[in-house]
């Protein structure tokens, strides 16, 4: 088990490094073992700490009804942001960066303070954000083909990749995190619609399930941390040359421009 | 040679009685001029039996839509004070064939506006925004149908719901909706899966009456289109549509 465990991470840890897709990871765990796919993240997170790589958040994955159904489960996931994941607004991004990329509107929270508790609650999750902005993140996959169950992206630290953070900071009451609208525009196309209640009812409600999570994991979210709180609508294939554009009513918009080949 | 009253007959029986009919195929299909002459004269029909007009829904708005019926026009259809459920009301299923539900948003019109219009000049003429619900009910089984079938059949418009007026003084092109059905959740959009922004829908009413020699009136009302999906009805069901910075609007299925 251990030994599968430690393979797992390999698997993954080499097809990142490699930029060659690797075969899904949860034959070698036990079947529903979502533990066990932590376990292997985990393993993952200290290789990167060790290699240098500051950790400056964490990213919800699985939050819209429909992705769970996809996938068979009832509850999100989480993996790792790394500071070198953070793509400035207006850089463009080589598509290479990023395996089999696609694009997820979302807002981004940026912590203010200390959420290390169990116990936590809405109010003291609201309290401690200081600002959000509307964000787009590129997942990708090191799993060939996004043939992924849970275990599998649960492992692969939860399919993130890079993310692209807008510039029009606004704090909890300038905004409607819930009702808030969005679209994103593929090269002037509209490729995903949605609002802030396709995000687990609320982008606030995923915010608190991660902080709680965090807290026992022994990672809990702190002053500073970026927390990409979940799409709010369909996630978008992407290619050499597009350029992507979502618009959060309330937080502003924010592009992700791809490199032509 | 089709004949187009008589096409208009059938579809008015079906939407009076609430039968289902098959699609207009081979040589009964029509062109979409056709389609709307019979639209228009089952429209006649319904004013002659003592109905008032108070209005258009426009149809196809979403690309998911154009894509799914293959076209890349919008359609538009004719409102009538019958079609007209009390916010908060209830309806019954026996008044439908299939009926579904989806979120929209409404302009009320305080000038009429006709014709080729810029976003200015047709925001001129709206003189209040609300919340929206649309019955929207196929005559044809299976609700499946071609371009023509669905304009013939009123752009399977059957009943609609408006909430609270406001003044149209708020950037509405992107506002969240969460559509409910027993208080959960069902659809979830933005009002920017109305061709992107609300407003361009009323622009393109505007153009296509135009076309039948129609004006948007004032004090006519203007359904600029589905949001997200629809959603199916059911006997029992409580359906409520809440709409970012417009609020709430809401029905009920007695049986």
Redesign the interface.
């Known amino acids: 088990m251990t030994e599968n465990i430690q393979k797992a991470a390999d698997l993954l840890f080499e097809a990142h490094a490699s930029g060659v897709p690797c075969d899904p990871v949860r034959e070698l765990l036990p079947e529903g073992d979502v533990d066990a796919a932590y376990a292997v993240q985990d393993i993952n997170t200290r290789r990167w700490l060790d290699a240098g790589r500051r950790l400056v958040g964490r990213k919800i994955g699985l939050t819209s009804k429909s992705v769970q159904a996809q996938l068979g489960v009832d509850q999100p996931d989480y993996g790792m942001l790394y500071a070198d994941m953070d793509v400035a607004e207006g850089e463009e991004i080589d598509v290479s960066r990023v395996m089999q990329p696609k694009v997820e509107a979302e807002i981004a929270f940026i912590i203010g303070d200390d959420l290390n508790s169990e116990q936590l609650t809405s109010a003291d999750v609201m309290g401690a954000i200081d600002y959000a902005v509307a964000a787009i993140e590129v997942v990708g996959s090191r799993v060939a083909n996004w043939d992924i169950r849970i275990l599998d992206t649960v492992a692969d630290n939860a399919s993130s990749g890079l993310y692209v953070l807008g510039h029009e900071p606004k704090r909890m009451g300038e905004f409607?995190p819930?009702?808030?609208?969005?679209?994103m525009?593929k090269s002037g196309?509209?490729v995903s619609?949605?609002?802030?209640?396709?995000c687990l009812?609320s982008p606030v409600s995923a915010t608190l399930w991660l902080a709680k999570v965090m807290a026992k994991a022994g990672r809990p979210l702190g002053k500073g941390d970026v927390v990409l709180s979940g799409a709010l609508g369909p996630m978008a294939p992407v290619a050499p040359g597009d350029v992507v554009e979502a618009?959060?009513?309330g937080l502003g918009s924010v592009r992700a421009a791809f490199a032509a080949e | 040679m089709k004949n187009l009253a008589e096409a208009a007959v059938t579809v008015d029986e079906a939407a009076r009685t609430a039968t289902a009919i098959p699609q207009f195929e081979g040589e009964n299909s029509f062109s979409v001029d056709e389609a709307y002459a019979v639209q228009a004269m089952s429209i006649a029909r319904r004013l002659d039996r003592g109905e008032k007009r108070v209005g258009v829904k426009m149809g196809l708005t979403s690309r998911a839509k154009m894509i799914q019926v293959g076209v890349d026009e919008v359609i538009w259809g004719r409102l009538t004070d019958d079609m007209r459920v009390e916010e908060g009301g209830s309806i019954s299923m026996a008044d439908y064939v299939h009926p579904r539900v989806e979120p929209e948003v409404a302009f009320l019109m305080g000038a009429p506006l006709s014709g080729d219009v810029s976003n200015l000049e047709a925001m001129a003429a709206v003189e209040a925004v609300a919340p929206a619900l649309e019955i929207i009910d196929s005559r044809y089984k299976d609700f499946k149908f071609a371009l023509g079938d669905v304009v013939a059949d009123n752009s399977s418009s059957s009943g609609f719901v408006v909430g609270d007026w406001r003044a149209p003084d708020i950037d509405f092109s992107n506002l969240g909706i969460v559509l409910s059905a027993d208080g959960r959740p069902v659809q979830i959009g933005s009002s920017a899966a109305i061709l992107g922004n609300p407003v361009r829908s009323l622009v393109a009413a505007a153009r296509m009456v135009a076309r039948w020699g129609e004006t948007l009136e004032p004090g006519w009302i203007v359904l600029a289109g589905g949001a997200t999906a629809a959603h199916p009805l059911a006997a029992g069901m409580t359906v409520r549509s809440e709409t970012q910075d417009l609020g709430t609007v809401g029905f009920s299925v007695a049986d």
Do not use: T, W
Request: aromatic share 0%; net charge negative.
């Open positions: 409607d819930r009702l808030c609208g969005m679209v525009e196309e509209p619609v949605g609002a802030g209640a396709a009812g618009r959060i009513h």
